[in-house]
């Protein structure tokens, strides 16, 4: 069996995504939803009702009382809030251990990009039209999930892939494909399409390092330059991190100042050390 059919052999076998966070997705989409219809569905789901009421009585959002019901915390934290709680919560156990082992991550480190490259494509939004918030954070937190799978087989020929990168010049992802069969960025969206998720979202995330992806459709676009900007921010960065071939033209193609960079990056700053207690980063 080649290294490229060990690999789609793998996303066979990935754990599905909780198929009541995707329904509350779904749900959340609708602006009259009500809370107790949220309710309804979450009240199936022991870890994310769990981890809403954690959530909602975290000190972030300073509540006089503890808040014990699930209707009541739907009330508080509002949809657009509880569907970024609901996506990072369900997506933490995929992050769990040495997620980023193979990239030269230190544990949490994957998942701590992951919150921030959802964070800062949020920031990004107003700038790029036609991206829904939610789906800008959800692809932005999913967009390095084939690292989570492919680090094993990175982790084998990490010499061979850095010999690559150093002796042509090569980025981590053109090495990955040539030695592996497949990037990371590939291998997302493979798992994407299998866990169900929308098709722009899959395309977001298996497209990212492409070389014109800035050229490609909003979210796509968004999800890229966002990624970038976290690197360059020096957050989870790992050994690919180093060769990733960064796009800057990106930020003048859509009118991003640098006065507005300086906020997005204050913003994201402030934006991970409130998620650092919200998603136990």
């Not at 989570?148 to 087989?153: H, T």
């Amino acid at each position: 069996m080649s290294r490229l059919e060990e690999i789609l052999a793998l996303v066979k076998h990935v754990p599905p995504f909780p198929k009541v966070a995707q329904k509350v997705a779904e749900m959340l989409n609708d602006p009259d939803v009500g809370a107790s219809a949220l309710a309804e569905v979450i009240q199936y789901d022991q870890a994310i009702t769990a981890n809403v009421l954690k959530i909602c009585n975290a000190a972030y959002f300073g509540l006089p009382r503890k808040v014990s019901s699930l209707d009541e915390a739907l009330v508080i934290v509002g949809n657009d809030t509880l569907k970024d709680i609901i996506i990072a919560s369900s997506s933490a156990r995929f992050y769990k251990g040495a997620a980023g082992e193979g990239y030269r991550l230190e544990q949490g480190e994957l998942w701590k990009h992951s919150v921030a490259v959802g964070i800062m494509a949020k920031e990004l939004v107003g700038r790029i039209k036609g991206v829904d918030p939610g789906s800008a954070f959800t692809a932005g937190l999913l967009h390095d999930i084939g690292k989570r799978f492919l680090g094993s087989f990175v982790a084998v020929d990490f010499k061979r892939i850095m010999d690559k990168v150093s002796r042509e010049g090569s980025s981590f992802v053109e090495a990955e494909k040539e030695l592996l069969g497949a990037t990371h960025a590939e291998l997302g969206g493979m798992i994407m399409k299998q866990w169900g998720f929308p098709e722009e979202i899959e395309r977001a995330v298996s497209q990212h390092h492409d070389p014109d992806a800035l050229e490609k459709e909003p979210l796509t676009a968004l999800v890229t330059l966002a990624n970038a900007l976290v690197i360059t921010a020096g957050i989870g960065v790992g050994a690919d991190g180093l060769s990733v071939k960064m796009q800057g033209q990106g930020l003048q193609r859509f009118g991003i100042s640098t006065m507005h960079l300086e906020m997005c990056m204050a913003n994201l700053l402030m934006e991970l050390d409130r998620a650092e207690e919200l998603f136990s980063i």
